[in-house]
């Protein structure tokens, strides 16, 4: 009886509500299969409790271990249990199912990239990277990168944890090679209105008592050229004797006008100290002046406070006037409740005013400890941007600030990433003493290839720091400033570095949007020509003259081999203008990339500069044109191209000689059973035949010999192969079905395509 209803009953690992296995049954539930969702909001299932459809779908509802594992996944990546880390399937739950806000202490071990890559998904902005396989990125380090760079934007300016996000970097170190700074936490504003207090009450309140018994003595009076006060006796007395002297030798006069020019800057250093004394007697006697006064107010306010107070007169009594209508009615105004001087919400034009009167200086703007980077030594990519935390309408203008203290910070810690190759610091505000710090520890480092310092509103001071980061035995691969301010001094620096020897070439600069005059063109563009660098130069929305600008560019187009790539978008030049330009670039045969977009530029223009570069492109694909070596004349090139084929078609060719080439080689097929077709032979009717007359025909058929004795027949002579044949719609359903359920390879039309070919 066990027995049987143990074959009776179902297994118990197996759904009893499970959909159907046939084709057309499965095609008939997924059509009329209940509605869940549907069926919960209808009003005659408003009472029901059990939903069994629910079960139905085996991809929905998993075992009762696999939800065991996702609940345990919950909890974190810590105390997994040893039975789901020997089974890869409960794992797989077990990784779909962990939290991708796991604090990064629990989940830096993890090293399943499908973790890794929800992570960067949902934290990176950069939505292009959902296109990307789990094998065509290192989602581990981008996310490990992600979480740690959360720590250190949440962290506040005045707290920087140092003991413990050293030990989260030094677990993640080897695995991250990239790093995204933008939103850093600035100090609070209460700080800054605390440091203002604390220099409004630095000032120490002098008494009148003290006031007065300070003495200040009178003003130094300003002097003539002569020396100073200690040395005026000595002058004096010594007059006579120097007169006398330089009568008797005539060189001497010479000699002591000589010194005394020499000694006229220190003759100004010390008027400017003693003009800087009497102007601070001349503070302290305002000082004086006015505690005195406040002093002399406090004693006449204490003296009249000691009067006795005379008695208010008594009021006399209104008579209650007769209302004769509504706005006849007299209204006392309201007492003042001093809300008028209260710095809140209550007085949003004081408060307003108030806060407008706060100063921010830069040098107060601190951040966290940017040293932290000197941990990440694999690190490759560093972008570092001042944007303070997103805060929408509430954003302030302190929140872009930062001192050069950060800058210092930042540069010690850049001085130990050896592997950096790309550096960008974007969106701030930099100086030429901020910028000179980052650039003495960018220009050690030895495999950097790319520095982006754009949109950072650098002046034209700045150029000399930028000399100093080029001056460098390998030079950088693309330097880009764009929308900053540089002018004559940067160019001129740009160019003095451009001019030295190299290991290697700086492919890429970009100066888009400054303000380049006319003379830091031609600074530039005579710094550039005769060297090897800059392959493509991005000068658009430059301020120069158009008439400079043509001239310089176009003398660069002539003279610059390097050049291939020139971007020079929304600069007016006009019909007249283009034309010069049009042709500088039709007389160089090696720029394969010219952009002149919202340059007024006629349709012809433009159509021109398509050609010429379209030319260019052509002969950078095609050096037989130009190699004068090869074909001395026109002709030679002519019979030349004549061989040329197209790439696709000369691709399909040289396929198909590998081919060709390696079907000797091949082994030859094993000799398949030859289907022979059972043949009928039909016997011609005599010329007379009494059933036809009558209208009635009979064929008579003569059935070849068996198969077998056919193949004997064959097989004793000799093997004859026939074409393969393979006639689908000639099958009838049992054929097919006894075609269909044979093993075979699973796309069989392929297969008798091949077959076909091979025959």
Known sequence: MEDEDSDYLPLPNTNSLSIPNDPVMLAVYQLYKPPLTANRNLLSERNREIFAEAFNDADQVPTLADLCVRQMAKRGNANV?????QD?????AHYDTLDVDLPLRECYSVEDASYWRRVVLAKSSETCLALKGLQDYDWRGKGLSLKYMELVEACPAALWPEKEMTELAVLIKDHVRFMDIRHLQPLSEYAFRKTKRE?????????SEESGGIEISSDEPMTPEDGDEEGEEEEEGAGSFASEQNRAIGFNTKFTLNASDDEDD???????????????????????AAREAEHEERRRRRSEMRKPKEPEPRKKKKRNQRIKGTFDIRVEPEPDDGDDKVLDKRNKQRYLTHLQQLKYPEEDCVHIDLSFV???VNLVSLNLEFLGPALGRKYHKRNVLFSIKDMVRLARGLVALQQLQIFRLRNSRLNSFKLYTVCRALRVLPLLEVVDFGYNQM?????????????????LRSLELEYNRLDTRAMSAIGEALQRSNLTRLEYLGLAHNKLSGDSLSILCNGIKGTEHVEELNVSGIEANPRTIVDQLGDLLRHHDPLRRLIMVAIPLGPKMGTKLICALTANMKVTHFDCRDCDLDEQEEFEANVAVRRNIFLGGNGFVTDTQRFPSIADVLEFAKTLKHPMVQKVENDMAKKKECLPFCPTPSPSVQSLAAQSL???????????????????TKVASPVEELVKKVSSVSVIKEPFVYKPNEFNIDEFRAHVFLPGTSNRHSYFMKERRMD
């Open 374 to 376: 000197r941990h990440f």
């Open 81 to 85: 249990p040893d039975d789901v880390l």
């Open 682 to 700: 039909v016997t011609e009717e005599s010329e007379y035949d009494i059933w036809q007359m009558l209208g009635i025909t009979k064929k008579v």
């Open 266 to 288: 220190s003759g100004n250093e010390r008027r400017k100290r003693r003009h800087e004394r009497n102007v601070a007697r001349q503070r302290l006697r305002d000082l004086k």
């Open 88 to 92: 890869p399937r409960r794992m797989r």
């Open 459 to 475: 002046t034209d001071d700045c150029g000399p720091e930028l000399g100093i980061l080029l001056e460098r035995p390998q030079m």
């Open 199 to 207: 220099e409004d009450d630095s000032e120490p309140e002098i008494s």
